[in-house]
């Protein structure tokens, strides 16, 4: 039979191994913590670093001349296509999801590669997507062959940056559907993906690039794509709302006149027919001291687009400062998503280390 004193004593090591288990519990979850910090840090660093090769091989490099994975993507989305095309809304969907969502799960798939290779999956993924160093070539071409006098190259080399028709635009045209197209591809080709991938790594890497190729595919105004391609064109200017709007400022922070620069973009970013390619336009016409917009041209179709700036009407000396000018955002927009990637492994591990008891 047990005494009140036995009893005691029972219940006071109870006690004190209860205290005990608990004390080891909570060690138990600060080691947990701690061990998930550098595991935060590190996977934070194998993306800045593969964010930071892709763009060094993008800059020595440019695009791929042969099998470029976007180029491959472009035939498997025209062979889906074949298959899928009514003039439809859900077709145009179900052609957007099936491909969209195959690029993500690649990207998920790469994201789960053992460190190293999800590294040199970043990189790879990351200059696939890139397209900032090609983007300044095709400007610089322009240049050349506009300052050579050869209209005839400079019509033929026009379709590598837009789709407007060259077969009768003189120099002073040739040079604003440069300007205005180095100015709105800054953000397609180089701030965009970067944007996406420093915000989801590889599967926003790829499935930005996916749904901006749809919209280059099959977003534009036709009949043919007036209900197939609605879901391409508007998941794209959702995709682009964002670094639309960051491209501007980009080129505001980059750019000769600031002041103009930042006035232009206020006043006249939203004039624009899209929603995101006149804040790029915009802050490249003030930054430049140009006036951009007015008659376009493409095949059978005419825009009368509103004019941004308050300059000149460009002229084929400024390609050049404009190709500056896509390079000067694109370096910005390259250290940002490495910095910012890095920054939000440090915030989440030191969430993860600071977690709730």
């Not at 998930?36 to 993008?58: K, M, N, S, T």
């Not at 070539?137 to 026009?158: K, P």
Request: net charge positive; hydrophobic share 45%; with cysteine.
């Amino acid at each position: 039979m047990c005494t009140k004193m036995s009893f005691v004593h029972i219940s006071s090591s109870r006690q004190r191994d209860g205290l005990g288990l608990t004390r080891a519990q909570e060690n138990r979850t600060q080691g947990n913590r701690a061990h998930d910090r550098p595991a935060h840090d590190r996977r934070a660093r194998e993306r800045a670093v593969g964010i930071a090769l892709g763009v060094v091989l993008d800059a020595v490099f440019g695009d791929p001349r042969r099998a470029h994975p976007v180029a491959l993507f472009g035939s498997a989305a025209a062979a889906l296509e074949r298959r899928l095309y009514a003039d439809r809304r859900p077709n145009g969907v179900v052609h957007v999801a099936v491909l969209v969502g195959a690029a993500t799960v690649l990207g998920v798939l790469a994201e789960r590669a053992p460190a190293p290779v999800r590294t040199l999956l970043t990189a790879a993924a990351t200059w696939a997507v890139l397209g900032g160093t090609t983007l300044a070539r095709e400007g610089t071409l322009m240049a050349g062959h506009l300052e050579a006098d050869d209209l005839g190259a400079a019509r033929e080399r026009l379709p590598h940056l837009c789709g407007r028709d060259p077969s009768a635009l003189e120099a002073p045209e040739l040079a604003r559907a440069t300007v205005e197209s180095l100015a709105e591809n800054t953000s397609d080709a180089v701030v965009a993906p970067l944007f996406w991938g420093a915000v989801a790594g590889v599967p926003g890497l790829l499935a930005y690039r996916a749904i901006n190729t749809l919209d280059a595919m099959v977003g534009h105004r036709s009949p043919r794509y007036e209900r197939f391609g609605w879901a391409a064109a508007r998941l794209d200017d959702v995709a682009n709302l964002v670094p639309a709007r960051l491209t501007g400022l980009l080129a505001v922070a980059a750019g000769p006149d600031r002041a103009g620069a930042l006035k232009v973009l206020r006043r006249d970013g939203h004039r624009h027919p899209s929603p995101n390619s006149g804040r790029c336009e915009a802050a490249f016409a003030g930054a430049l001291g140009l006036t951009l917009g007015g008659t376009n041209v493409y095949g059978e179709r005419v825009e009368h687009r509103p004019e941004m700036g308050e300059g000149r009407k460009p002229e084929v000396r400024d390609i050049r400062p404009a190709v500056r000018l896509v390079r000067k955002v694109s370096y910005a927009a390259a250290g940002l998503a490495v910095a910012v990637t890095a920054a939000r492994g440090v915030a989440a591990a030191t969430a993860a280390l600071r977690g709730s008891p």
